[in-house]
């Protein structure tokens, strides 16, 4: 599920009715072709002692303050409220007004990569948040709470993305999707649609896949990717099941209908099996269908980290 990093608690009484909240980054490629990694913040601690928002980036306008912050893997959602000032409540107006709903971060680069053709900031010191017109990422938005009309992001959850099941011991038993959701279901008390009703059975169920849709959780066809079973009365990650995900997501048999933006978090749970297996795992990008079926066949690693590998055994028993 996603990971909660951190939380400002409230200082003033009844803010709640004066709060506003909102995307202030979303980890998606923006209007300049950039990423911006929401946990690569490596100096929270110091922006919350002066959590500044600016209005356009303007160091001399300040409008208001950060009262709350939660860090996921993909987006850092804030809360806010606008000072007192008459032109910070001339902005106040114009959000009202759904006239100006953009956010920004102002920040320093520590590290960057390139991923996919696009510039990532792995690393980065937040200076401060700006109310702005026109935002560099498009979901970062402002809704005031409570306000039904707008919704900040759309996502799937990644039920298990800590690699927390046991791989089955035997790499090549063979993974039959169907036979192991009969045996999961029973496993954990969901057979029926009216069982997948329940929050807390949902959860259960959910542990199962490595993606699953939000907004639909009481349907079976919400949970996608699949990758455990039941043996002898105990839940196990299948090895079969893991490079059968993998080569879905990467493109398999027409690939997996999941956002856009879940799939490198999807990759990441996945790649933490292969970590826990002992193998690499493939490059995350786009693949054919011939390297993906050379894929499976090479226990699940690309076919240049399977020959590497071998030869690495062969120059050993030849020395």
Known sequence: MR??????TKDIAQIENNEYEGLATVAVPDRLGEIVNPQGCINLEDYLANPVVLWQHDPNTPIGRVTDVEITDDAIK???????????????????????????????PVKTTTRD???????????????????ANAKALIQKEGDKEMELVRKGIVPDNDAEFPIYEDFDRPWDADESEVRWRKYVGVET????????????YA??????DDENLDKFGAYKLPHVDVVDGKPYAIWRGIVAAMAALLGARGGINIPEEDREKVYRAIAKYYEKAGKEPPEFRAYSEEELRLMELCGGETFETWLAKKLQLIRKALR
């Open 3 to 8: 990971k909660v990093l951190y939380l400002v």
């Open 78 to 108: 804030i809360k806010f409220v606008f000072a007192s000032t008459e032109f910070a409540q001339e902005v106040k107006t114009l959000v009202d007004e759904k006239i100006v709903r953009g956010l920004s971060l102002g920040f320093i």
């Open 117 to 135: 053709g696009y510039l990532v900031y792995d690393e980065w010191l937040w200076v401060e948040t700006s109310v702005v017109t026109l935002p």
């Open 193 to 204: 649609n009216e069982d997948l009703q329940d929050k807390e059975k949902q959860r259960r």
């Open 207 to 212: 542990k199962r896949f490595f993606w699953a």
